[in-house]
């Protein structure tokens, strides 16, 4: 069984898609590749990014899933420039439709997906009434995306609870800077953080398909970030997923960055 991360936000645009592409980029090996499975239901943006077309994908998935076992979900993948298998999500309403519709089904096929590999799944925005909290009961881990400036920290605050009652690990992913320490944050939210990522617009760029990849890019500082918290799953254990749930240490024993 491969980890199934559930990336989110609650407000704003704060980066959430960038980073999980960012995370899948830079997943260690051995192993199966990740992939990422776009769920947001405000539309997906993956597709339009890099000019690919809707299916396959998410809504083919979602019918697929009906009368089938989804196996490492080859079908309705694809790969993009930047060398990350996605299942895009249509954009626009469509896509409301298509989450909407895999909502009672979604979270279980996407469990099952992560028995073949690792799946990183971009919810988009958390708010309070949207299907996409049903995710969260399967998952091992959220991945919280939020820029760590007062407002946003503060609608953080008041939807913490939620998301906790949830999902057994929620992790504080700080893009870019404020005014406050990682730490304080943490103490703020009473939630641990799992990486403070730099703003970086190459990086991002390049992964929202806007720049082609020059030589060295997957050793930009987003990407960098990136590799720092995917190393901590390289070779992972049941009982160092079960040490990552009950504590925060497991990234400080991680290995040690592997520029490659
Ligand atoms: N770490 C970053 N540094 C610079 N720009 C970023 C970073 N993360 C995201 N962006 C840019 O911000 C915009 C929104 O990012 P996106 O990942 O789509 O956010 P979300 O999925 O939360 O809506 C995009 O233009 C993206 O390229
Ligand atoms: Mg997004």
Do not use: N
Not at 152 to 176: D, E, I, S
Not at 180 to 191: M, N, S
Request: with cysteine; proline share 10%.
């Amino acid at each position: 069984m491969h980890e199934l991360i559930t990336y989110g936000s609650v407000k704003g645009s704060p980066g959430t898609t960038t980073w999980t592409l960012a995370m899948a980029a830079r997943w260690p090996q051995p192993g199966p590749a990740p992939v990422v499975v776009e769920l947001d239901a405000a539309g997906g943006d993956l597709g339009s990014r890099w000019h690919i077309h809707d299916e396959p994908g998410l809504a083919g998935l979602v019918l697929g899933a009906r009368h089938q076992p989804l196996g490492d979900g080859t079908e309705y993948v694809q790969r993009l420039p930047v060398g990350v298998d996605v299942v895009v999500a249509p954009p626009g309403d469509a896509a409301a439709a298509t989450v909407a519709e895999f909502a009672a089904r979604g979270p279980a096929v996407v469990r099952e997906l992560a028995a073949t590999r690792p799946v990183l799944a971009d919810l988009g925005r958390l708010d309070p009434h949207t299907p996409l909290l049903s995710y969260l009961d399967k998952a091992d881990e959220l991945h919280l995306v939020a820029r760590p400036v007062p407002d946003q920290l503060r609608h953080l605050r008041a939807r913490v609870p939620l998301l906790t009652g949830r999902c057994p690990l929620v992790r504080l992913v700080l893009v870019g800077d404020g005014p406050y320490r990682p730490d304080e944050i943490a103490t703020y939210l009473d939630l641990p953080v799992a990486a403070v990522v730099p703003w970086d617009s190459t990086g991002a760029a390049i992964l929202a398909g806007r720049k082609r990849q020059a030589m060295g890019w997957t050793r930009r500082p987003l990407l960098a970030a990136a590799r720092g918290l995917a190393l901590t799953y390289a070779g992972d254990t049941p009982a160092r997923a079960r040490a990552r749930r009950t504590s925060t240490a497991a990234a400080a024993d991680a290995p040690a960055e592997v520029t490659t």
